[in-house]
C-alpha cells in the first residue's frame, strides 16, 4: 500500500512540476522585427523561448502591444515545424491593477492609477517536450512611422541619400533592440518626375 501511495504522489508531483513550467515560463520577446505600412499598421514578428511537455500546453505571453489585431496571430515553433498545432489563440487586455488584485477581492481605493497592459495566450499541441523556438507574428496599429530623406550632392556627380524617421508609438508597448522596416511604396507623390 505504502508503495503504490508512494508511486502516486511522484507522479502527481512530476505532473504538477510539468504543468507549472509550461504555464509559468514566459521568455522575453528577441529577434524583433516591425514592418511599418504608412497607414498607422505594422507587421510585428519576435522569437520567443518556451518550455513545452508533450501533448495540450496552454501559453501566455507578456510584453506585447495592446494593439494587436487578434486574427491576425500566428504562432509558430521552429524547433517542431511539421507536428506543432495552434489550437487557440487570443489577446487580453488587463489593467495592471486587476493583475496584482486578482482572487483578492474589489481594490480599496478608487484614485489608482491603471495602467492597461495585453497579454497573448495560445492553446499549442505538440509531440515534443522541452525547449522550444517559437515565432510570434501579428498585425498591431497606432505605430506610425515617418521616413524623411536628405539627399547629399558630392562632388564628381555623386549623391548619397541619408534617412531619418519620426516614430509616434501608440501601441501601448515600448520598443527595444527592434528593427524597423518601411516599405517601399510603388506610387509616386503628386509632381515627383518618374522616369
Not at 529577434?31 to 501559453?59: H, P, Q, S, Y
Request: charged share 15%.
Amino acid at each position: 500500500m505504502k508503495q503504490i501511495v508512494l508511486q502516486v504522489t511522484i507522479l502527481l508531483s512530476v505532473l504538477t512540476a510539468s504543468i507549472y513550467a509550461v504555464e509559468g515560463h514566459n521568455s522575453p520577446p528577441s529577434n524583433v522585427c516591425i514592418i511599418a505600412f504608412r497607414d498607422g499598421t505594422a507587421l510585428w514578428r519576435e522569437g520567443r523561448e518556451v518550455v513545452l511537455a508533450k501533448g495540450m500546453n496552454k501559453l501566455e505571453f507578456s510584453e506585447v502591444p495592446l494593439t494587436i489585431d487578434n486574427p491576425s496571430i500566428i504562432i509558430r515553433s521552429l524547433t517542431e515545424q511539421k507536428n506543432f498545432k495552434v489550437v487557440e489563440t487570443g489577446v487580453l487586455t488587463v489593467s495592471k491593477s486587476t493583475e496584482s488584485n486578482a482572487g483578492k477581492g474589489t481594490p480599496s481605493t478608487t484614485q489608482e492609477r491603471l495602467e492597461p497592459s495585453a497579454k497573448l495566450f495560445a492553446s499549442v499541441l505538440t509531440p515534443k517536450s522541452g525547449r522550444h523556438q517559437c515565432e510570434l507574428l501579428y498585425k498591431v496599429s497606432g505605430l506610425q512611422v515617418t521616413p524623411r530623406y536628405i539627399a547629399l550632392l558630392g562632388s564628381k556627380g555623386t549623391m548619397d541619400l541619408m534617412g531619418l524617421a519620426s516614430i509616434n508609438n501608440g501601441c501601448g508597448l515600448a520598443i527595444n533592440n527592434a528593427a524597423i522596416y518601411l516599405p517601399v511604396e510603388a506610387t509616386s507623390p503628386p509632381g515627383a518626375i518618374t522616369p
